[in-house]
């Protein structure tokens, strides 16, 4: 188990959501053999170009199925890599009831 560590609020700084992607993307792999937690508190999610997720905005529920079928092969890969990396994924994520559809 890892030791808590209090994070350093003068550090850090508020990412529009594509600079995010990139930045996280650019070093989502320097973490080896470490943790990475991902806290999420919004109760309706909106991922505007995220295929999948603009088929279940309008409701094609088979699409959206069909389409996050179709990430299946890159997702084990992602995994194999954090599995072979010794990375520790973890979400959180607060929500409120009515539970949205999405979650």
Do not use: C, T
Not at 11 to 40: D, H, M, P, T, V
Not at 90 to 95: F, S
């Amino acid at each position: 188990m890892s030791e808590f560590r209090q994070l350093d609020q003068s550090i850090g700084a508020r990412l529009a959501r594509n600079a995010y992607r990139q930045e996280f993307r650019s070093l989502q792999w320097e973490i080896a053999g470490q943790e990475s937690w991902k806290l999420e508190r919004k109760q309706h999610f909106k991922e505007p170009g995220v295929r999948s997720w603009e088929a279940f905005s309008r409701g094609a529920w088979s699409e959206a199925l069909r389409l996050i079928e179709e990430e299946r092969d890159y997702l084990r890969e992602f995994s194999a890599e954090v599995a072979r990396l010794n990375i520790g994924l973890y979400r959180v994520r607060v929500v409120e009831e009515p539970i949205d559809l999405y979650l």
